[in-house]
């Protein structure tokens, strides 16, 4: 099974930029270079800060890029997004029962989990009681399945003190749930960070991915924000078996090596 992961898109209202840089014109670039190299994949996952600021324009523009995409796209939302206007937007977007952007999604190797962290009005992720009530559902009726784990914040701190100041508040709950049904959960994907992470949380393995328009710096020192222009990329992850890999595509920097012959 192939999946495809794009994050943190950070749209902003259609011709406009951010940063210095066009996102809505990187995501025409990404969704491109999916469509040609990777048909194949059952499904692809954008996990959160689909906007900058959540304007419905904004929104307006995923909508109508995905409408010509080859592949079933999930869904999720990030900190930079606004629930109401997405939903306004993408109203046939399915939600659970109490409105939030989490989704169960069976794939031929087992269940894409996806989960809304979103706080509004707040940088930081938040998981309520009702979220956390969906999520142990869900394990649940998974059964001996396995599962592939997509929330936009971490549940830990990755060593940046400027992002880890923004990570999920209050982790105990969510951490409780993943210990009990750690057999089933067997990767744990995440955006928010902007860079490529790795490593492996409470014994579950754990990866994150170059936004789309920005990145941060890696800075273990400086409270404050920063970006910088490393390159984006998406990843294309294949869950075969007990085996998952993920290759990080770069997908602006394909050009031939220079000709030294
Ligand atoms: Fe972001």
């Given at each position: 099974?192939?999946?495809?992961?794009?994050?943190d898109l950070h749209l902003v209202?259609?011709?406009?930029?951010?940063?210095?840089?066009?996102?809505l014109?990187r995501?025409d670039?990404?969704l491109d270079?999916?469509?040609?190299?990777?048909?194949?994949?059952?499904?692809?996952?954008?996990s959160g800060?689909?906007?900058?600021?959540?304007?419905?324009?904004?929104?307006?523009?995923l909508?109508?890029?995905?409408?010509?995409f080859?592949?079933?796209?999930?869904?999720m939302?990030?900190?930079?997004?606004?629930?109401?206007?997405?939903r306004?937007?993408?109203?046939?977007?399915?939600?659970d029962d109490?409105?939030?952007?989490?989704?169960?999604t069976?794939?031929?190797?087992?269940?894409?989990?996806?989960?809304?962290?979103?706080a509004?009005?707040?940088?930081e992720g938040?998981?309520?009681?009702k979220?956390?009530?969906?999520?142990?559902?869900?394990l649940?009726?998974?059964q001996e399945?396995?599962?592939?784990?997509?929330?936009?914040?971490?549940?830990f701190d990755?060593?940046?003190?400027?992002?880890?100041?923004?990570r999920l508040?209050?982790?105990?709950?969510f951490?409780?749930?993943?210990?009990?049904?750690?057999?089933?959960?067997?990767?744990?994907?995440?955006?928010h960070?902007h860079?490529?992470?790795?490593?492996?949380?409470?014994?579950?393995?754990?990866?994150?991915?170059?936004?789309?328009?920005?990145?941060?710096?890696?800075?273990?020192?400086?409270?404050?924000?920063?970006?910088?222009?490393?390159?984006p990329a998406?990843?294309?992850?294949?869950a075969?078996?007990?085996?998952?890999?993920?290759?990080?595509e770069?997908?602006?920097?394909?050009?031939a090596?220079p000709?030294i012959?």
């Open positions: 099974m192939k999946l495809i992961q794009i994050t209202v259609p011709g406009s930029r951010l940063h210095g840089l066009d996102p014109g995501l670039r990404c270079d999916v469509a040609t190299r990777h048909a194949d994949a059952e499904i692809c996952v954008i800060d689909l906007t900058d600021r959540g304007e419905p324009s904004a929104y307006d523009a909508k109508t890029r995905l409408e010509n080859p592949l079933p796209v999930v869904l939302l990030g900190n930079h997004d606004n629930r109401e206007n997405f306004s937007v993408f109203s046939d977007y399915p939600v109490n409105g939030f952007v989490q989704s169960s069976q794939t031929s190797w087992g269940e894409i989990l996806c989960l809304d962290t979103l509004p009005g707040r940088r938040e998981l309520c009681q979220r956390l009530d969906w999520f142990q559902q869900k649940e009726q998974v399945r396995p599962v592939l784990l997509f929330m936009h914040h971490p549940p990755i060593g940046i003190p400027r992002l880890d100041v923004i508040e209050q982790p105990g709950a951490t409780s749930i993943v210990t009990r049904h750690r057999q089933n959960i067997r990767h744990l994907f995440f955006g960070v860079r490529p992470v790795s490593g492996s949380w409470n014994r579950v393995p754990h990866s994150a991915l170059p936004a789309l328009n920005h990145q941060v710096p890696y800075d273990s020192v400086t409270p404050v924000m920063a970006y910088n222009n490393e390159p998406y990843a294309a992850v294949l075969n078996g007990e085996n998952i890999v993920i290759h990080q770069f997908f602006l920097h394909r050009g090596l000709d012959s």
